[in-house]
């Protein structure tokens, strides 16, 4: 899908396993009325933070899982050292796209440096609520760790 579309929200994530956190947070952040962009990060970018498990979807898989939601516009896939997540590479990633927003969820570790770069590419930073008890991490956990002896 296109990702050219001037004025657009923008996020990135990794999107592993899509769940209904992930809709509701699109789908809100979609609600806001600009075009959605979704950006998804590399392999390597995932395992980086994650841990040498994941991603358990290549980010091509994960994007196309993306695209198919009908409430995106559009999805790309960020690649790049997994280190550099300061407002200088996101102000280089982001810039060609000419975002109208950068929107991100409570607690992200990457938000400062968002906020940054949205404000020199003269954009808004948007910050929405996660949906509690909602997360990759947390459905992994629940499938793989084995029940309590009686």
Known sequence: M???????AVV??????LHVGHVRFLRAVRDRGLPLLVGVE?????????GPDRPLHT??????VLAALRFVDGVFIVTGPPELNKPAE???????MH????AHTAGDPHAEGRCAAADVLAAECWELTA?????????LNAVTTPPPTP
């Open 90 to 96: 996101y102000i280089r990633l982001f810039a060609p």
């Open 12 to 17: 990135t994530g990794a999107f592993d396993i």
């Open 42 to 50: 590399d392999d390597a970018r995932v395992s980086y933070w994650k």
């Open 59 to 64: 980010a091509a898989e994960r994007a196309e």
């Open 2 to 8: 296109p990702y050219d579309q001037p004025g657009a």
């Open 131 to 139: 949906i509690p008890g909602r997360s990759t991490t947390r459905i």
């Open 99 to 102: 975002p109208g927003a950068l």
